[in-house]
């Protein structure tokens, strides 16, 4: 079977979506990887609804996360994930504070359904399951300071992968729902007038397609993203604040990397890099990571007995 068991690709690159869960490969039964990995994204201008514009008020905008990550391997065919990250955000310009805390705990389950072999080459099939819950108690109505939207969502994924020899491509697409969330205010105005502290959160719906060199050693790889909210959100007003239900659409491309070190058995090494290039309601960032990860085996080893031993 196609398997790369001394992987472990990062999680979470934005408050979006991490890579982990979307790539086509497994952990293998009763290994663990577990490491961390910092990003570093800024922006200066954004798009208010459709229109780009810079805002001096708030200068460059800059969010930094260290986020912890494990994958363990249940079984061949089912991996479970999960990601939290510490987020810092912080603004150039303006007298808003930047804000800083643990964000989101998410959880996955990941499931190879399909594995097919075709002339030496893997086409392969796979669902995916998630969840994620708010882990402190930070404000969500503080845009584009705060430091996530303080919404639980449950995720439904499907991923196909083809690999043809070194070379490989895989596309997936997600639903995501999310549930309200509660505000530090009882009247706010979207279109309309709401008498609530309570927020009605648009879905969203996630794409993503990669292709690019894998072996047991290195991952190179190019990557698109797309994220579409979905019936319910609206657009910023002019020269107005972000609000945690507004449209929020960001398409960006990106380069990852993956290379497990020869000298260190089971230490890996990751890194890249992305680039918004088309927006609703969200800032044209720039971003790039690092991080290191180890895979620990904690398959019971068989003693073999010996002819002297009995």
């Not at 472990?8 to 961390?36: P, S, V």
């Amino acid at each position: 079977m196609k398997k790369i068991y001394i992987i472990c690709l990062l999680m979470a690159a934005q408050h979006f979506y991490a890579q982990t869960e979307i790539d086509g490969i497994m952990m293998a039964k009763n290994n663990f990887c577990a490491g961390a990995i910092y990003e570093y994204s800024s922006w200066n201008k954004y798009w208010e609804g459709t229109y780009k514009r810079e805002n001096l008020n708030f200068g460059t905008v800059s969010t930094q996360k260290i986020a912890f990550n494990g994958n363990y391997g249940i079984t061949d065919n089912l991996n479970v994930i999960f990601s939290i990250p510490y987020v810092t955000t912080n603004a150039t310009a303006g007298t808003m504070a930047g804000q800083k805390g643990f964000q989101d705990l998410s959880l996955t389950l990941k499931s190879l359904v399909y594995e097919k072999e075709i002339k030496g080459n893997w086409l392969s099939f796979y669902v995916l399951g998630g969840l994620s819950v708010p882990t402190s108690n930070y404000v969500a109505d503080y845009l584009p300071l705060s430091i996530g939207l303080h919404s639980k969502t449950a995720s439904v994924r499907l991923m196909s992968d083809y690999q043809y020899g070194n070379l490989f491509a895989t596309v997936s697409g997600a639903y995501v729902k999310r549930s309200n969330i509660k505000i530090d205010r009882n009247v706010y105005f979207t279109d309309v007038m709401h008498y609530t502290n309570e927020v009605d959160m648009p879905d969203g719906i996630s794409f993503n397609a990669r292709v690019g060199y894998r072996t047991s050693r290195l991952i190179a790889e190019a990557v698109f993203d797309n994220w579409t909210t979905q019936k319910g959100g609206f657009d910023i007003t002019t020269n107005n604040m972000p609000f945690p239900s507004n449209t929020m659409n960001m398409t960006k491309i990106g380069f990852n990397g993956k290379y497990n070190l020869k000298q260190i058995s089971g230490l890996a090494i990751i890194g890249g890099l992305n680039h918004v290039i088309t927006g609703r309601n969200v800032g044209q960032s720039d971003s790039f990571y690092g991080g290191l990860f180890y895979v620990l085996d904690f398959t019971k080893k068989t003693k073999t007995t010996t002819t002297d031993e009995k």
